[in-house]
């Protein structure tokens, strides 16, 4: 199975940071990477896809880079709605699909 | 607009068979554009993948999770199901359904609002 290592597990920042987190994976994945954020008692909803394509409706704050074996999610200038936990998901081929471990996203 | 909704029991005893439906509405289970999977996560922790179920009729499964669960759909009434036997209290956690996105980079889109099952005697 790929394995997915996401860092950091978890993070402080400031309204107004910019904030980056990391997901590696343990094999190349080409762009079948994708960012998830998740809010408590909520079920995630996806960010971006294909590694860098930002999903409909959400807000130009947020982008995703890289391919192969490393990808980043960048949030450019944090909001007071974006303190969560952020996921990435592998969906290389049918072969099991894999969640990173998380990032919780923290107030500082 | 797409719903996804999970049903079944919130309480399931341990060794018996943990059995879930997820109704989708505003969307079809047979469209040739989209799969739809299962995913779970324990209290307090992290997203896991149980399985994804085509419209051809092909599922896909978790590596630790295969020899125990199933996935299926029903065209009839647009649902899809999961079904995991000889639970423990590790199986305990909210599952949510999602629709996957097969036109190009196999995503999950859409979710349900999740439904916790608790494994206990």
């Known amino acids: 199975d790929i394995q997915m290592t996401q860092s950091p597990s978890s993070l402080s920042a400031s309204v107004g940071d910019r904030v980056t987190i990391t997901c590696r994976a343990s094999?190349?994945?080409?762009?079948?990477l994708h960012w998830y954020q998740q809010k408590p008692g909520k079920a995630p909803n996806l960010l971006i896809y294909?590694?860098?394509t930002l999903y409909s409706g959400v807000p130009a704050r947020f982008s995703g880079s890289g391919s192969g074996t490393e990808f980043t999610l960048s949030i450019s200038s944090l909001q007071s709605e974006d303190f969560a936990t952020y996921y990435c998901?592998?969906?290389?081929?049918?072969?099991?699909?894999?969640f990173g471990q998380g990032t919780r996203l923290e107030i500082k | 607009q797409l719903q996804l909704q999970e049903s079944g029991p919130g309480l399931v005893k341990p060794s018996e068979t943990l059995s879930l439906t997820c109704a989708v509405s505003?969307?079809?289970?047979?469209?040739?554009?989209?799969?739809w999977g299962w995913i779970r996560q324990p209290p307090g922790k992290g997203l896991e993948w149980i399985g994804s179920?085509?419209?051809?009729?092909?599922?896909y499964y978790s590596s630790s999770l295969q020899s125990r669960v199933a996935i299926s759909g029903d065209k009839s009434n647009n649902q899809f199901s999961l079904t995991l036997r000889s639970v423990t209290a590790a199986d305990t956690g909210v599952y949510y359904c999602?629709?996957?996105?097969?036109?190009?980079?196999?995503?999950?889109?859409?979710w349900g609002q999740g439904t916790l099952v608790t494994v206990s005697s």
């Open positions: 999602a629709r996957g996105d097969s036109s190009a980079w196999n995503y999950f889109d859409n």
């Open positions: 505003g969307g079809s289970v047979s469209s040739s554009s989209f799969y």
């Open positions: 179920f085509y419209p051809t009729g092909k599922s």
């Open positions: 094999q190349n994945i080409d762009n079948y």
């Open positions: 294909g590694a860098s």
């Open positions: 998901l592998q969906s290389y081929t049918t072969l099991p699909y894999t």
